[in-house]
């Protein structure tokens, strides 16, 4: 099993930044991906950006240019630092870990973490 604990959301004017952090413990496979999903009231959860633990990056198109994801692979720890956050960007961030194995992957989820962009 693994625990992802997220950290970091909270109420920001337009504009503004926030970081946001993710500590994975328990059962991590050596071959991994993190990232950070969210879900805004009434739509799909939809991938905000993802990273390898080669530090390769995927990036919605929407966040491109504002928000970075990085990992410290010794903590185990994920962060997405977003700058210029707009209205848009309101929703319930989520941290997801993939572990992948032979011919197999397992996913876990974080709990959740609130992001408000409002003035």
């Known amino acids: 099993q693994v625990q992802l604990v997220e950290s970091g959301g909270g109420l920001v004017q337009p504009g503004g930044s926030l970081r946001l952090s993710c500590a994975a413990s328990?059962?991590?496979?050596?071959?991994?991906?993190m990232g950070w999903y969210r879900q805004a009231p009434g739509k799909e959860r939809e991938l905000v950006a993802t990273?390898?633990?080669?530090?390769?990056?995927i990036y919605t198109d929407s966040v491109k240019g504002r928000f970075t994801i990085s990992r410290d692979n010794v903590k185990n720890t994920i962060y997405l630092q977003m700058n210029s956050l707009q209205p848009e960007d309101t929703a319930v961030y989520y941290c997801?870990?993939?572990?992948?194995?032979?011919?197999?992957?397992?996913?876990?989820w974080g709990q959740g973490t609130q992001v408000t962009v409002s003035s």
């Open positions: 997801r870990l993939d572990n992948f194995g032979i011919n197999s992957r397992y996913t876990y």
């Open positions: 328990g059962s991590i496979f050596s071959i991994n991906t």
């Open positions: 990273i390898t633990r080669a530090s390769s990056t």
